[in-house]
């Protein structure tokens, strides 16, 4: 019994050592034992790291002191945590680690992926969540103005940061170097704020570097305006689609003071990375295992031939420097059962497309087959898949790789369980419902987000040259994502397309496509424009039921028909019934029209696209002499003074002021054109 009771004050007193609590200062070496408010899938492991968020996807976890601070307007605090995020994908994790200042533990409403686990898209930015964060941000989302797919943010009631900066650190003598936050890595992080002189240090480094001097983020800011007296602190993790673990290692807090250095030699180890290596097994029998080798491989030398053959492959040597996008043929035809007519998923113009489960990871795919004659120029286009399969966002189809026979070329893309958005538009059998005009606008939104990424957003510039409904896909949540880079072209921002070959779908294809070849952004907005008429309309854009009603089977003229008689309204899709916003529809519909423009110049960008839509920016009416040049008035691009007037429009920097001189400017040019 004496030993019972010497062991047990033993571990008591380690336990005080690693973990030391107060309402207002704490440090924890650890988490073995720790007193913490914990939901979602947060936890706390068997080896005493506090894990926010596991291997699941679209999770969020929360984990708070159970005490609430007491704030005045002076207070002041420091604190300093160690955290690790581990994502099973090396180059994309989600969606990263908020350490947060909330009135509540619960946070209940909050949305994973993108939000953090903080907020949802109804509150975000709302002054009475009165939330005060620091995101570690791995993921690039351009609505919250995100700067990268790698950054630390400050953030007030927002995951639109006030403040935001590469992840990195600076070295004594001015050098910034870079951290990845998904490497695996422990690292540090500071937190500092001076209630007195209302500003807010951010601080992060290696594991092992000594304290920068010189902080990642400083922000002058009175925090006493967005937190209330009674204020609970903690962290905040999501997942969205990627497989990522966040872990915090050890923590130390102090109100009006300096938080306590965290004891390294006591913290907890990370789990093992990779599968375990395997123990060496002695040799035994060897004479025999040889000779048993021997008799199966002249048995199966038959079968290995036929195989070989079946799973023939086209490799050229260039093409080993873009092994990770490079599949085998043998994997996929595994993964889709033999290209199996049960899991054809559709059907198109370039190839068909069948549904897949990787034999290695299980990961669900779609593999689409297009046919090919080995040419010149496919290495260039084999280096544009690689280069696309880096693109990361969430309203895009991800193209994972890429696999080459001869005469075949199958490409790899995530799999959308929901399919495609035209089979919802068009096709209305087999009991599918019509999608509500709320799901629409969603998918509509969506989509422009992610062409303003291609064209705006990475590091080239990605013109599509294919956007349509039938290649805008449908995730588990229905929202829209772009697909199918099969025609897509890169290039560097600042310079001109140079590919003179016209590639596209009828109904899609800009006027000026026929005399110059050049896909362009402008090519892709005006793709965007039948897009939206499609999605509002219920119609395809080349539709043989309006010949009874136009002039022709094109929706965008046909649209345009009814805009310039007032009727624009009765174009819209009549399964809608009356559910929907009128005036939203009417903006759509405009949007339209103006992406669709027969003039390239007089065509938005992508980024006002945006605007319009999130209503930062209001479409201006549009006077019939511009209706007029939108239906295709093309001679008039050869008349005196239309040159001017479009230079001038792409000059200028507000949407609103250059769409606003249509009305001016179409008269004057209407009226030479007479």
Partial sequence: MPTIALNTALLCLLLLKTIAFSSDSFIFNGFHGANLSLNGVAEITSGGLLRLTNTTKRRKGHAFIPTPLRLNKSSSFSTTFIFAIVSEDIDVGGHGIAFVLSPTTALRGS??????????ST????????????????MFNPSFADIDDNHVGID?????????????????????????????DPMKLWVEYDGINMNLNVILSPITATKPEVPLLSKSINLSEFVLESMYVGFSSS???MQTSHYILGWSFKLNGKAEDLDLSKLPSLPRRGPKEKP???TIGLPVILSTVTLMAIAVAGTVL?????????????????????????????????????????????????????????????????SHESRQGMREFVAEIASIGRLRHRNIVQLIGYCRRKGELLLVYDYMPNGSLDRLL????????????????????????GLLYLHEGWEQRVIHRDVKSSNVLLDGDMNGRLGDFGLARLYDHGTDPQTTHVVGTLGYLAPELSKTGKGTAATDVYAFG??????????????????????????????????????????????????????????VLKLGIICAHAVARARPSMRQVMQFLDRDVEIPQLSQDYMNVAAGVSHLENLPGFNEFFTSYTSLTSSEKAFSQYATAGESLLSIGR
């Fill in 111 to 120: 949305s994973d992926a993108q939000y953090l686990g903080l907020l949802n």
């Fill in 123 to 138: 509150n975000n930015g709302d002054p009475s969540n009165h939330v005060v964060a620091v995101e570690l941000d791995t």
């Fill in 156 to 184: 007030v009631n927002s995951l639109k940061s006030v403040e935001s900066n590469t992840a990195g650190y600076h070295l004594n003598n001015g050098t910034f170097r870079n951290l990845t936050l998904i490497s695996g």
């Fill in 239 to 241: 997942t969205g689609s």
């Fill in 280 to 282: 060496k097994v002695l």
């Fill in 306 to 370: 036929w195989r070989r053959k079946k799973f023939a492959e086209l490799l050229e040597d260039w093409e080993h420097e873009y092994g990770p996008h490079r599949f085998s043929y043998k994997d996929l035809y595994r993964a889709t059962k033999g290209f199996r007519e049960r899991e054809l998923l559709g059907t198109g113009g370039f190839g068909r497309v069948y549904r897949g489960v990787l034999p290695k990871d299980k990961r669900e795919v779609a593999v689409k087959r297009v």
């Fill in 426 to 449: 068009f096709d209305h059998r087999n009991g599918l419902t019509t999608l509500s005009w709320s799901e629409r606008f969603r998918v509509i939104r969506g989509i422009a987000s």
């Fill in 530 to 587: 039948a897009f939206l008429l499609e999605v509002v309309c219920g119609r395809r854009t080349i539709d043989p039921e309006l010949m009874s009603m136009s002039d022709g089977p094109n929706l965008v003229d046909w649209v345009l028909d009814h805009w310039r008689r007032g009727t624009v309204m009765e174009t819209v899709d009549k399964r809608l019934g009356s559910e929907y916003a009128t005036e939203e529809v009417e903006m």
